[in-house]
């Protein structure tokens, strides 16, 4: 057999399910140099053939999930381990990886001005890797929200669009890494601002709002494309008002806009009765979140949020301190997907793509993430049948495994070795 024309080694998974196209399909999946490859054109134009071989086992082969709320964890908090915001941030990474998530976005939430400005110039993108997973963009939660529903966020730090854009600069200083803004639309001026985001290539969600249907269909009308943490934090459904959560059926979205939103799956911030209802209006737009506070991936005791001391409980509630008031959760992903799964009987098809698939549209990636379609990027998850994380890939290089917790080449069999 003649050698491949190309000099990059040609990774063979076998003996696996993987998603695509929203099924699981008994089929190989091909890598090289990072990406899915398209084994036609390797056969039929190259005439080549895998260099390493990797027997799956049966398991299942999703791409990596993505996080796109996520305040801290294993000890971290993003808006407020300022003096370590880059070791911080690099410590979530590296921990995420045993848990499938392989992109994510570091959310600040309701910080005084100051903390913005030292802390956002330092949260830089990055690709995935074997010291963690990538940052896609800082996920801005906040001062710019209701204080009838900020729920966790200090009241003394909210603020409003008194001098349009110029409030931003002078809260934030720069944006140069944000690439998803929580706001309440019923906020004066909001439809402006929401404009000049989605000019500078932000992704708008509206959330923490006491808003009116009106006002949330405004908001999208100017590009507003998301939810946050839909059910928590913003008015409750009203037959005759539904609020930001009639979007989910509104017949004002612009043709051609697919509206999102976010759901913390953790079965403490929506009942499972909440979540059936919610996937059953609107299935192609649901993202399960984490919202995850430093405590994730920690034990029971007094941790932080921001600017807020936080109490986690032994049954899994993480509340200001002194009150019942939720902020966040300590869940991480592939739990967050399990319980999706669980509480709404969906497919597991549709489980998989509420973590990778939907946010990565949300955030304008698919072509990259998201999919194993041919040539994006190798960001991968093997997982048995019960949903738990075996391996987890990014850019096609084993980055964590269940039984090493760490690259191990001993899963690799070398072409002609069975």
């Not at 690099?90 to 910080?111: D, E, H, M, Q, R």
């Not at 030292?118 to 990538?134: C, F, H, T, V």
């Not at 409003?160 to 110029?166: A, L, S, V, Y």
Request: glycine share 10%.
């Amino acid at each position: 057999m003649p050698s491949n024309k190309s000099s990059s080694t040609i990774y063979q998974f076998y003996n696996c399910r993987i998603l695509k196209d929203g099924k699981l399909q008994r089929e190989d999946l091909w890598i090289r140099d990072g990406k899915i490859l398209n084994p036609e054109k390797l056969f039929f134009d190259e005439k080549g053939y895998a260099d390493v071989r990797i027997d799956c086992k049966n398991l299942l082969i999703a791409p990596g999930y993505i996080d796109v709320q996520i305040n801290g964890g294993f000890g971290v908090d993003f808006s407020s381990d300022v003096e370590n915001c880059e070791e911080g941030i690099s410590k979530v990474a590296k921990g995420l990886l045993a848990y499938g998530c392989t992109s994510f976005c570091p959310t600040i939430v309701t910080s005084p001005p100051e903390i913005y400005k030292q802390i956002l110039p330092r949260i830089k993108l990055r690709d995935g890797s074997s010291e963690g997973a990538g940052v896609l963009g800082i996920h801005i939660e906040g001062p710019f929200i209701s204080k009838d529903k900020k729920g966790a966020h200090p009241e003394r730090y909210l603020r409003k669009f008194r001098q349009g854009w110029d409030d931003v600069l002078d809260t934030y200083s720069t944006l140069e890494g944000v690439r998803l803004f929580t706001i309440a639309p019923e906020l004066e001026n909001s439809s402006d601002i929401i404009k000049q985001m989605v000019k500078r290539n932000i992704r708008v969600s509206v959330g923490h709002s006491s808003a009116n249907l009106s006002q949330a269909e405004a908001a999208v009308k100017a590009g507003a494309t998301c939810i946050t943490h839909l059910f928590n934090a913003m008015g409750p459904f009203h037959h005759r008002d539904p609020g930001i959560v009639g979007l989910l059926t509104s017949h004002k979205i612009p043709k051609g806009v697919t509206l999102f939103y976010g759901m913390i799956a953790d079965g403490i911030h929506t009942d499972p009765a909440a979540l059936r209802i919610a996937y059953r209006a609107h299935p192609q737009g649901l993202m399960v979140v984490t919202d995850a506070i430093n405590a994730m991936g920690f034990p029971i005791g007094t941790h932080k949020i921001g600017q807020l001391d936080v109490d986690v409980t032994s049954d899994g509630r993480a509340c200001i301190s002194g009150t019942n008031t939720l902020c966040g959760s300590i869940v991480t992903m592939d739990k967050c997907v399990k319980h999706f799964l669980e509480a709404t009987n969906c497919s597991i098809e549709e489980a998989l793509e509420a973590g990778t698939r939907h946010p990565a549209e949300m955030m304008g990636i698919a072509a990259q993430k998201g999919t194993l379609d041919y040539n994006s990027d190798a960001d991968f998850i093997l997982l048995d049948d019960e949903l738990n994380v075996q391996a987890t890939y990014i850019a096609g290089e084993l980055v964590w495994d269940k039984v090493t917790g760490n690259h191990d080449k001993r899963v690799i069999q070398r072409k002609g070795i069975s």
